[in-house]
Every structure is written in structure tokens, then in C-alpha cells.
């Protein structure tokens, strides 16, 4: 039996910290102690952050988006395009959207894939949700920026079958070629979107 180098509340801590996305068990530690030796004050303020964030952080009532409020930011901006809503699968995902600063409408937010794997159907995301705003409101676009995998693909496929009755533009992200890469590196589901996908030059 392995000897217990650290207290039973310190491996909990690690245990915690390893739970999170992409953190390994190195990196948990790390992490662990470097609450362990902030100033008392900042790791009391680390901890009720997170409890705060939890008792206060709800969606959007609109677009399902993480907010405090009734309404998302984005969603109560005046200056955003309501005719068009861009399909994202997580809230982290409007973020990268909104780093790009070309998009000026607004975005609905699945929080989820269609994943039979996973246990995932339509009915575990904001499906319905999505389909009574573009019945309600005057929606002419609805973009699909699900991500280029099996399970993003299928999922913008599904809800593209459910809103072509609503009589919407349906669009697609389009994927290409990486800059900075090389042609021969290329996977061929890259290549293939990339023809598809191009633009006019003069």
C-alpha cells in the first residue's frame, strides 16, 4: 500500500481541481497549491466566487446564453442585428464569435450535440426553445456554427430539417484551410469544404 504523502483535505482539493476539462493530475496540483499558498483573503475570494457564480449565473431567457440578468448583454445591445441568430453548441463558443468582432446579430445557445453515445438527444437541448423564437420573432437567417465533427454536423443537419418549414435563409460555417498550412497536410473532409466553401477573387 502506497504511503500518503499529503493530507486526505489536500488530495480532496486535487481531486476537485482534476474534475475540471483538460486538467490533469499534475496540473491539479499545481493548482491545488497554489490556492494553498495565496494570502488568505484571495483564496476566501476564490471560494465565493465560485459559490456566487453558482447562486446568481442563469441563461438567457432569449437566447440561452450565460447571464446574471434576465437578458443577456448581448441580447439587450440595441445595436445587434434581431433578424439573424447563429447556432452555437456552448456559451464559450459565443465568446470566440465574438473575438472575431465580424458578427453583429444575435445567438442562440444549444449547450449540448445530439450525442447517442453520450445519452444526448434534441430534448436534452434548447431545441424548442430555438424553434419558438424563430416562430415569434422576425427572424431571416439562422446560422449554423456548430463544430466540424460528426456530432456538430449532425446536429446543425437536424435543425436544419426542423426550420426549413419556418421558411428561413439556413447557412453554415464555412471551414477551410487553416493559414499557415500546407495543402498536403490537409485532411480530405478540410480539403473537400474548402472548394466548396470558396470565394470569388476578382
Given amino acids: 500500500m502506497r504511503e500518503q504523502i499529503f493530507p486526505t483535505v489536500i488530495q480532496q482539493l486535487c481531486e476537485q481541481f482534476a474534475k475540471l ?3 490533469g493530475r499534475k496540473s491539479a496540483q499545481r493548482m491545488a497549491f497554489a490556492v494553498l499558498n495565496s494570502p488568505e483573503g484571495d483564496a476566501e475570494e476564490f471560494a465565493q ?5 453558482r447562486s446568481t449565473v442563469k441563461c438567457c431567457a432569449l437566447c440561452q446564453n450565460m447571464t446574471d440578468d434576465e437578458l443577456c448583454p448581448l441580447c439587450k445591445d440595441t445595436r445587434r442585428d434581431t433578424a439573424i441568430i447563429c447556432v452555437v453548441a456552448e456559451a464559450r463558443d459565443v465568446a470566440a464569435i465574438e473575438r472575431t468582432r465580424e458578427y453583429q446579430g444575435l445567438y442562440h445557445v444549444l449547450h449540448g450535440v445530439i450525442s447517442p453515445l453520450n445519452h444526448v438527444g ?3 437541448l434548447t431545441v424548442k426553445q430555438l424553434l419558438q423564437r424563430v416562430n415569434e ?6 446560422i449554423m456554427a ?12 437536424y435543425l436544419a430539417k426542423l426550420l426549413l418549414p419556418f421558411g428561413v435563409k439556413l447557412t453554415r460555417l464555412a471551414y477551410g484551410i487553416p493559414m499557415g498550412s500546407h495543402l498536403e497536410f490537409t ?3 478540410t ?12
Wanted: proline share 7%; aromatic share 0%.
Fill in 137 to 142: 420573432h422576425n427572424v431571416s437567417e439562422v
Fill in 49 to 53: 466566487t465560485i459559490l456566487e457564480a
Fill in 187 to 189: 485532411d480530405e473532409i
Fill in 122 to 124: 434534441p430534448d436534452d
Fill in 146 to 157: 456548430t463544430n466540424p465533427d460528426t456530432e456538430g454536423e449532425a446536429t446543425a443537419l
Fill in 21 to 23: 476539462p483538460g486538467v
Fill in 191 to 202: 480539403l473537400s469544404r474548402a472548394l466548396h466553401g470558396r470565394t470569388n477573387m476578382g
